[in-house]
């Protein structure tokens, strides 16, 4: 057998844990690294202290550990051309260069090329200046749909029901700068109501094999209500009707690679589409509400467990541009997790170093639940303590979505820290 591949994930939150351990339990991957990682990747890979957007210090890196691949899971470094920088240097890189990260890192740009490229997505207007917010908006209806330009860590998105409170969100974030730089150009675009899915594109450009579909459940309490999160809890796969996969494929991604190519943009690494479906008549519409250049959070942490397929070899084809050599990925079973996140997050305001009970070592038990770590760190004793708002995901994977779903909440229910809380209605939609 040919040498096994030292392989570094970059990024330390949820996802990543996902993906180191589904990177663990592949043939070919050798000595698996995360930088930073977390506690819970700590159990399965090498952590180290290394900022992932530093580009020529991971570079360096991946010489001194002999790194032969790269995989990249957080929009920043992508958008800051870490990908671009390791593949010069000669590294097998998971994860778009710094103009495919475009997709994500400007609303303004992602918008523009959905239309130049007739994918379909919601009429929208770009703003520079309060008057020609003032005019997009006249020409709307409420809910009003505000979105920031550049990267605004899941806080960039508006959904103000009446023209004044929409007026005031334009003038913060244009004038008064309330998201800097990412904030001096809007996108203000129609209402699209339905139900949201996740389809996520694993894609060397040319070929492309698609995950379970998922479905994230971004506001922060039951029923839908409270302010956006980054994602409270997600499931998979979802109970799509019959040939929605083709549609997807037919009118979002193969225009969607067919517009980078066109546009001499090369993309290697996920493709992540965010999508609502509406009703219309008996068929089903389909727009994108966004593309992400990555994988969701927590949309992986339930969408990796159900692959059958040797994961790692799928990651390095793509990277290696050559992922039609590589058989289908199958999927089994159902999963479902739940988030838990700090008292007071979405807000930045809660508390951190508060000790966890209920963990075990850490290790994902590949049993039927288990834990994903997001915002833990270790305290100067050694002990788990929460160290951001989303702390930690609970999974539950099964042969039903229900076995999946009960599975999750007893995890869930064994575990606490002060003031923690968490959906109880994750999945509502699918029962
Ligand atoms: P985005 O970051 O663009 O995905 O927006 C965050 C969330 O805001 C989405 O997941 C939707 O729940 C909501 N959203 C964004 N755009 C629209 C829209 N045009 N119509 C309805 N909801 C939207
Ligand atoms: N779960 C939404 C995201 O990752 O953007």
């Not at 991946?62 to 390791?86: K, Q, S």
């Not at 807000?347 to 834990?371: K, Q, T």
Request: charged fraction near 25%.
């Amino acid at each position: 057998m040919s040498e096994r591949i030292n392989t570094l994930v970059l990024g330390g939150g949820g996802r990543e844990h996902a993906l180191v351990h589904a990177l663990s339990k592949s043939a070919i991957i050798g000595d698996l690294h995360c930088a930073p990682g977390n506690p819970g990747i700590e159990a399965i890979a090498s952590v180290h202290k290394l900022d992932p957007c530093d580009a020529p210090r991971v570079v360096s890196f991946c010489a001194e550990r002999r790194i032969g691949l790269v995989a990249i899971g957080p929009e920043a470094p992508l958008a800051a051309g870490v990908a671009d920088a390791l593949r010069a240097a000669g590294v097998r890189t998971f994860g778009p260069g710094k103009s495919g990260a475009m997709l994500e890192s400007s609303k303004s740009f992602s918008k523009k090329f959905m239309k130049r490229h007739g994918i379909p997505t919601a009429d929208f207007s770009v703003c520079t200046k309060i008057e020609e917010c003032e005019a997009a908006l006249a020409g709307r209806k409420p809910p009003f749909v505000i979105k920031a330009d550049g990267l605004a860590a899941g806080k960039g998105v508006f959904l103000p029901d009446n023209m004044d409170d929409a007026l005031a969100i334009c003038g913060e974030l244009l004038i008064d700068g309330r998201l800097g730089d990412a904030g001096r150009t809007l996108v203000i675009e129609d209402y699209l109501p339905g139900r949201e899915l996740t389809v996520f594109a694993i894609t060397d450009g040319k070929s492309f094999r698609l995950l379970s579909p998922s479905r994230d459940h971004k506001r922060v309490f039951d029923g839908d209500k409270g302010s956006n999160t980054g994602g409270m809890g997600a499931y998979a796969p979802v109970n799509i009707p019959e040939g929605l996969m083709e549609d997807v494929t037919e009118y979002v991604l193969r225009p969607t690679l067919e517009g980078l190519r066109s546009d001499g943009i090369e993309y290697r690494g996920v493709l992540y589409m965010g999508l609502m479906l509406a009703d219309e008549g008996a068929s089903l519409r389909i727009s994108v509400v966004e593309y992400n250049v990555r994988f969701g959070d927590p949309e992986t942490q339930v969408v990796l467990p159900l692959l059958r397929g040797d994961f790692g070899r799928v990651v390095n084809a793509c990277a290696d541009g050559d992922l039609s050599s590589c058989p289908d990925l199958g999927n089994s079973g159902s999963a479902l997790c739940v988030v838990a996140a700090s008292g007071g997050y979405p807000s930045d305001n809660y508390e951190r170093g508060l000790p966890i009970h209920g963990l075990d070592a850490g290790v994902p038990d590949l049993a039927d639940s288990f834990v994903y770590h997001s915002g833990t760190r270790r305290d100067e004793r050694g002990c788990i303590v929460t160290s951001g708002g989303r702390v930690l995901t609970a999974v539950g994977v099964g042969d039903s979505f229900s076995e999946a779903h009960d599975r999750a909440y007893a995890r869930m229910n064994s575990i606490s820290f002060k003031d923690m809380h968490y959906r109880r209605d994750i999945g509502w939609s699918e029962e």
